[in-house]
C-alpha cells in the first residue's frame, strides 16, 4: 500500500463511503482547474492532488447523505 492510499484510509475513517470521496475530489479539483484557467495561473501539481491534499488537510469536508454511506 502506497502513502496516498493510508492517507485516504484517513478520510474514509468516519464512515465516508468511497463514492463520496471520490465525487468530492472530483467536484474540488474541476474548481481548481476552472480557478486557475480564470487566474492564468499555471499549476506544478495536477488538479486532482491538490483536491486530495485539501480534503487530507482538512480545508473542506465531505458531507453525505446517510442512505450512500455503505456504497
Not at 474514509?12 to 474548481?31: C, G, I, P
Not at 482547474?33 to 488538479?47: H, I
Request: charge should be neutral.
Amino acid at each position: 500500500m502506497n502513502m496516498l492510499n493510508s492517507d485516504l484510509n484517513l478520510l474514509l475513517k468516519d464512515k465516508t463511503s468511497r463514492y463520496s470521496l471520490v465525487t468530492a475530489a472530483a467536484k474540488r479539483a474541476r474548481d481548481i482547474s476552472e480557478e486557475s484557467e480564470k487566474t492564468g495561473r499555471v499549476l506544478v501539481e495536477k488538479p486532482v492532488s491538490l483536491a486530495v491534499n485539501d480534503l487530507l488537510d482538512g480545508k473542506y469536508r465531505i458531507v453525505e447523505p446517510e442512505e450512500i454511506r455503505n456504497i
